[in-house]
Antibody, heavy 117, light 110 residues
Framework: EVQLVESGGGLVQPGGSLRLSCAAS????????MTWVRQAPGKGLEWVAN????????QYADSVKGRFTISRDNAKNSLYLQMHSLRAEDTAVYYC??????????WGHGTLVTVSS | QTVVTQEPSFSVSPGATVTLTCGLS?????????PSWYQQTPGQAPRTLIY???TRCSGVPDRFSGSILGNKAALTITGAQADDESDYYC??????????FGGGTKLTVL
């Protein structure tokens, strides 16, 4: 069974940094693109970033470009999202998802990031 | 800035058919937009329903179908059931390695 478990969320001050992790199991992690998607409280889904199988290709939404970095460690079956210069509008539940055939899924249950002073 | 448009809300009677759409603020949706559809109930992670316009994910009931209707992607639920009451999101590839979700449609079954 595919499992994706996010961690690393929490409360951070504006301008601060945070690193999210996503532990993957139940599939051959190194053969899939992976994705981060976020959802602000009471709002819709927002695509954040993609990374290809070996980490050589990264794609970002304009809203996070230059502040967030997606990465992966295939030896540890783990996906990461390093977030810098955090803003109040980055407050959201962050989901990791496997990417296949230009779609996303399965999904993790998400980790909440709150940016507030 | 390209916006992906969805109906904010829709209401359907049990057993009826409903079609939700996913469009672009400028331009038309095609199979090259690789539309996919997701269902989300409050407090839960999204669930993938349809990808590549019309391919149903494993385990998704066949009452859910995807298509291109005119210049939009469409998700049709044939014979809506009470537990189809959810938020539905589409996502489109708009080019230049950018993906954009629609704002979502809140479907009420009553």
């Amino acid at each position: 069974e595919v499992q994706l478990v996010e961690s690393g969320g929490g409360l951070v001050q504006p301008g601060g940094s945070l690193r999210l992790s996503c532990a993957a199991s139940g599939f051959t992690f190194s053969t899939y693109w992976m994705t981060w998607v976020r959802q602000a409280p009471g709002k819709g889904l927002e695509w954040v970033a993609n990374i290809n199988e070996d980490g050589s290709v990264e794609q970002y939404a304009d809203s996070v470009k230059g502040r967030f970095t997606i990465s992966r460690d295939n030896a540890k079956n783990s996906l990461y999202l390093q977030m810098h210069s955090l803003r109040a509008e980055d407050t959201a539940v962050y989901y990791c998802a496997r990417s296949e055939s230009y779609s996303y899924g399965p999904w993790g249950h998400g980790t909440l990031v709150t940016v507030s002073s | 800035q390209t916006v992906v448009t969805q109906e904010p809300s829709f209401s359907v009677s049990p057993g009826a058919t409903v079609t939700l759409t996913c469009g672009l603020s400028s331009g038309s949706v095609s199979t090259s937009s690789y539309p996919s559809w997701y269902q989300q109930t409050p407090g839960q992670a999204p669930r993938t329903l349809i990808y590549n316009t019309k391919t149903r994910c494993s385990g998704v009931p066949d009452r859910f179908s995807g298509s291109i209707l005119g210049n939009k992607a469409a998700l049709t639920i044939t014979g809506a059931q009470a537990d189809d009451e959810s938020d539905y999101y589409c996502v489109l590839y708009i080019g230049s390695a950018i993906w954009v979700f629609g704002g979502g449609t809140k479907l009420t079954v009553l």
